[in-house]
C-alpha cells in the first residue's frame, strides 16, 4: 500500500501561518508525524507540498499507477482548482480531502470545495489528526 500525501499552498508554513486556526506544529513537524505513523502501520507514505498549482496537478499525474491513494490538502486552491479535480478524476486513484481547520465553520468562500468533487471522504476540522485518519481510511477501507 502506496499513499502519496499532498500538500499545497501555504502549507509550508505550517507552525508560524495563523496558529490561532493551524497549530503550532511546523510542516516538518507534519511530516515526521505522518511518517511515524505510517511507518508503525507499515504503510508506504510519499509526502509532496507545492504552492503552484500546476505542480500539484504533476504530482497527481505521477502518481498514476504509482499510488494506490492519495490524500489531500489542497489548501486555498481547494476553492477554486477545477485543474486539480480534474487530475484526481483522471488517474482514478482512491483520495480523501483533508483540512486542519474546520472549513465549514469559516468565511462563505472556503465552504466550496471542487476536489471534493473526486474523493471519497472529506476530513476537516481535526487538526493534523486529519491526515493520519485519511491514511487510515484508504489502508483500511472504512
Ligand atoms: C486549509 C483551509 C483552506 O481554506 C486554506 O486556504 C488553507 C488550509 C486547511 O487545512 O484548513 O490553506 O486547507
Redesign the pocket.
Known amino acids: 500500500m502506496n499513499i502519496l500525501v499532498i500538500n499545497?499552498?501555504?502549507?509550508n508554513m505550517l507552525g508560524i501561518r495563523e496558529p490561532g486556526?493551524?497549530g503550532r506544529e511546523t510542516y516538518a513537524d507534519l511530516c515526521r508525524k505522518i511518517r511515524e505513523h505510517a511507518e508503525k502501520k507499515e504503510i508506504g507514505v510519499t509526502l509532496y507540498q507545492s504552492n503552484h498549482e500546476g505542480d500539484l496537478v504533476d504530482a497527481i499525474q505521477q502518481a498514476y499507477g504509482k499510488a494506490d491513494g492519495i490524500v489531500i490538502?489542497?489548501?486555498?486552491y481547494?476553492?477554486t482548482s477545477v485543474a486539480i479535480l480534474d487530475a484526481l478524476k483522471a488517474v482514478s486513484i482512491r483520495a480523501v480531502e483533508?483540512?486542519?481547520?474546520?472549513?465549514d465553520a469559516?468565511e462563505e468562500f472556503?465552504k466550496i470545495s471542487y476536489v471534493r468533487l473526486a474523493c471519497e471522504k472529506t476530513i476537516?476540522?481535526h487538526g493534523t489528526d486529519g491526515y493520519l485518519e485519511a491514511i487510515d481510511y484508504l489502508a483500511g477501507g472504512n
Open positions: 499545497g499552498p501555504n502549507l486556526i493551524y490538502n489542497p489548501g486555498a481547494t476553492h483533508v483540512h486542519i481547520s474546520d472549513v469559516r472556503r476537516s476540522g
